[in-house]
């Protein structure tokens, strides 16, 4: 996913909490009461797509899962608190430190992942939501069962925590050697144009 966002590009998360601080906090409940033009101190479906729209590259089914995601209770509202949250992962991956905002509130991202509330993640689970974090399915796919100590092919929340960071290295694995195969592809340009050039 990718944070496309003049407002959000100046705000960061505190290294040590992985948190905004209070300052930051006071823009994100402004923005919240721009986007709020109802004033009911809430988000509808509507407001809730054009934001994730305007802010990320999501398409409509990934808004709207995020959308089912934080709204736990199925009232069709974000409000401020789900609002804050969905911030905070959007400066996380804007920032590249998405590993240190699951490490720090790792309960939380495990309970908005449980998705049927049963104390345990599937590997369906964690891939459906695995975008909002830039892990790609098959990265998920790939060490899921390394961590399924139980052998249940669900993840309870330690090992949840685990297989997180796990995930997440692997990705980043993926993600540089994707790197260096395209600056080996641009050195082979480059030595190919001298070539012709001499």
Do not use: P
Not at 75 to 97: M, N, P, S, W
């Amino acid at each position: 996913m990718k944070v496309r966002s003049n407002l959000l590009e100046y705000l960061h998360l505190d290294r040590s909490f992985s948190l905004l601080t209070v300052k930051n906090t006071r823009l994100v409940l402004e923005y919240f009461n721009f986007l709020d033009v109802h004033k009911k101190g809430k988000l509808n479906d509507i407001q809730f797509y054009q934001f994730l729209r305007h802010v990320t590259n999501l398409d409509k089914r990934q808004i709207f899962l995020v959308l089912d995601m934080l709204d736990q209770q199925a009232t069709g509202y974000i409000r401020f608190q789900e609002f804050y949250l969905l911030v905070c992962i959007l400066i996380a991956l804007k920032d590249r430190v998405e590993k240190q905002f699951i490490f720090r509130h790792s309960k939380l991202v495990f309970e908005i992942m449980d998705e049927d509330g049963g104390g345990t993640i599937s590997a369906d689970e964690f891939g459906q939501y695995g975008f909002l974090f830039n892990l790609k399915d098959h990265s998920v796919r790939d060490i899921f069962f390394e961590f399924d100590v139980s052998g249940d092919e669900e993840l309870d929340y330690k090992e949840f925590k685990m297989f997180a960071m796990a995930c997440i290295d692997k990705q980043k694995e993926l993600d540089e050697k994707k790197k260096e195969r395209m600056l080996k592809d641009l050195d082979t340009v480059r030595e190919d144009i001298a070539a012709d050039l001499d």
